[in-house]
C-alpha cells in the first residue's frame, strides 16, 4: 500500500426498494425516504436516499478493497448533497471512489473517500484511517 494507490472504483445503483430495506434495518423511518409528496413539501426535489446508506457505501468500497473488515479503524464523512431516488427501476447511480492520501509511520493509512451522484460530490471529507496490514 503507497500513497497515490487508487482504489477499484464502485458504482451503485439506489432504488426505492433499497430504502424501504434500509429504512427497515436502521429504523429511520423518515418519510423524506420513501414519501414523495412529502420529501417535496419540505422542498426536497423527491425522495432522497438515507445519508447513512450513502456513507456506508464508501464504507464498503474500503472494506471490499482491504478484504478485512477489521482492518477498518475509523471513517468518517459529512453528507453535502442527497442522492435524490427516482421511482423506476433505474434508481440513482451512486459512483464511489478511493485513493490513499497517505501511510504513516505507526501502521495505519488515511484513505481518501469520493461519492458521486449525478456528477456531483454527495459526502464532504469522508476519510477512513486503515490498518496496512
Known amino acids: 500500500m503507497n500513497a497515490g494507490d487508487q482504489l477499484p472504483a464502485l458504482s451503485v445503483r439506489v432504488t426505492r426498494e433499497q430504502l424501504v430495506r434500509y429504512a427497515g434495518a436502521a429504523l429511520d ?35 471490499d478493497w482491504l478484504g478485512d473488515p477489521g482492518r477498518l479503524i475509523e471513517y468518517g464523512a459529512r453528507f453535502t448533497r442527497p442522492v435524490v431516488v427516482p421511482d423506476g427501476d433505474e434508481g440513482a447511480l451512486v459512483e464511489v471512489t478511493g485513493k490513499v492520501a497517505e501511510v504513516r509511520d ?12 449525478d456528477g456531483r460530490t454527495v459526502l464532504g471529507k469522508a476519510q477512513a484511517v486503515v490498518r496496512v496490514s
Open 29 to 63: 423511518f423518515n418519510p423524506i425516504h420513501w414519501n414523495e409528496r412529502f420529501a417535496r413539501d419540505v422542498g426536497l426535489p423527491d425522495v432522497i436516499a438515507h445519508g447513512m446508506l450513502t456513507m456506508a457505501l464508501g464504507g464498503r468500497l474500503v472494506t
Open 106 to 117: 505507526d501502521g495505519t493509512a488515511r484513505v481518501d473517500v469520493t461519492a458521486k451522484f
